[in-house]
């Protein structure tokens, strides 16, 4: 069946660095990606999307392009802040518009 | 934005007891969902909920849970007898769009059950 994958946490960064998330997926057909982030006490609001091959996403500096060739959708970002401590999470639509598939979320930490 | 608010944040139950969790979705939405998350786990998809039905349910939501839109603003999940296993977050989230529901779903804030 349809299922993300994403890179063991926790992550964590001095500020300023760069921050790649990785996260693949295994799918039929041809879902929609996306990340969503839970900042701490708050709900999973959506960060990015991209819905066909080669689309790229983004938000708040964060990017992520999707990849059909390597099944993959990394989240990119090229210089994080402490307010970007948080866990984010990979998630797929698959084709049929069935509920969202999500991986097990990578929870960051950036260190002033 | 408009949000999604459950409420309570952390309910605390014994094991066998019955639990309510508690959604108030975005006014204007017609599609309502239950997701969960065991603590190290994948957020897991347990049911969908259009036009006063359950419209597509996982294998995890077996007889033990229900929903329910009583009043036309809230959206519950019945838990009738709770055991251990069933500790986890629970997200509720909602979708207006007849089309691709869930590409713009929005969720709320979880409420984290403990189950003792």
């Known amino acids: 069946g349809d299922s993300v994958t994403q890179m063991e946490g926790p992550v964590t960064l001095s500020e300023e660095a760069f921050l790649t998330i990785n996260c693949t997926y295994t799918?039929?057909?041809?879902?929609?990606l996306f990340w969503y982030v839970q900042y701490p006490g708050e709900g999973l609001q959506l960060l990015l999307k991209a819905t066909k091959a080669d689309d790229k996403g983004s938000n708040k500096g964060f990017e992520a392009t999707y990849r059909k060739e390597t099944t993959s959708f990394h989240l990119e970002k090229g210089s994080v802040q402490v307010s970007d401590s948080a866990v984010y999470f990979c998630a797929l639509l698959p084709s049929g518009n069935t509920p969202l598939v999500f991986g097990k979320g990578t929870r960051l930490s950036v260190i002033a | 934005e408009p949000e999604v608010t459950q409420t309570p944040s952390h309910q605390v139950t014994q094991m066998g007891q019955e639990v309510i969790l508690r959604c108030v979705p975005i006014?204007?939405?017609?599609?309502f969902y239950w997701y969960r998350q065991i603590l190290g786990q994948k957020v897991e998809f347990l049911v969908s909920?259009?036009?006063?039905?359950?419209?597509?349910k996982s294998e995890i939501f077996d007889d033990q849970f229900s929903v329910e839109r009583p009043d036309g603003s809230n959206f519950t999940l019945k838990i009738r007898s709770t055991k251990l296993e069933d500790s986890a977050m629970y997200f509720c989230?909602?979708?207006?769009?007849?089309?691709?529901?869930?590409?713009?779903?929005?969720f709320g804030q979880g409420t984290r059950l403990t189950v003792v």
């Open positions: 006014s204007n939405h017609l599609y």
């Open positions: 909920f259009y036009n006063n039905e359950i419209s597509e």
């Open positions: 989230a909602s979708s207006g769009l007849r089309g691709d529901r869930s590409l713009r779903a929005f």
């Open positions: 799918a039929t057909g041809y879902p929609s």
